[in-house]
Nanobody, 121 residues
Framework: QVQLVESGGGLVQPGGSLRLSCAASGSISSIYFVGWFRQAPGKQRELVASSISSTITNYTDSVKGRFTLSKDNAKNTMYLQMKSLKPEDTAVYYC???????????????WGQGTQVTVSS
């Protein structure tokens, strides 16, 4: 069984930093990380950072210059380094990936369970 597991969320003061991790496990033949999303209470889920290619990443305007997406392909893990955090960054953060399972070589889309990030003094 394939799954994505996020970690690294928590409570941080404004201006602080956190690093989120998204680790894929299971019978994986290949993985294509889509990116990081977040959903604040009462709001729709939004795309925060998307991995377009191995070298190109897009960020939503509100996080540009503060968030950095990176990947460790050897570990099947994607990260989101968040700096200069603001109260409006408070949300549940989700990772998303397209994974081809080695059991049937079918490409499917997967979501992690989410990790809470709270920015508050």
């Amino acid at each position: 069984q394939v799954q994505l597991v996020e970690s690294g969320g928590g409570l941080v003061q404004p201006g602080g930093s956190l690093r989120l991790s998204c680790a894929a496990s299971g019978s994986i033949s290949s993985i294509y990380f889509v990116g990081w999303f977040r959903q604040a209470p009462g709001k729709q889920r939004e795309l925060v950072a998307s991995s377009i290619s191995s070298t190109i990443t897009n960020y939503t305007d509100s996080v540009k210059g503060r968030f950095t997406l990176s990947k460790d392909n050897a570990k099947n893990t994607m990260y989101l380094q968040m700096k200069s955090l603001k109260p409006e960054d408070t949300a549940v953060y989700y990772c998303n990936a397209n994974i081809r399972t080695s059991t049937d070589m079918t490409l499917r889309n997967y979501w992690g369970q989410g990790t809470q990030v709270t920015v508050s003094s």
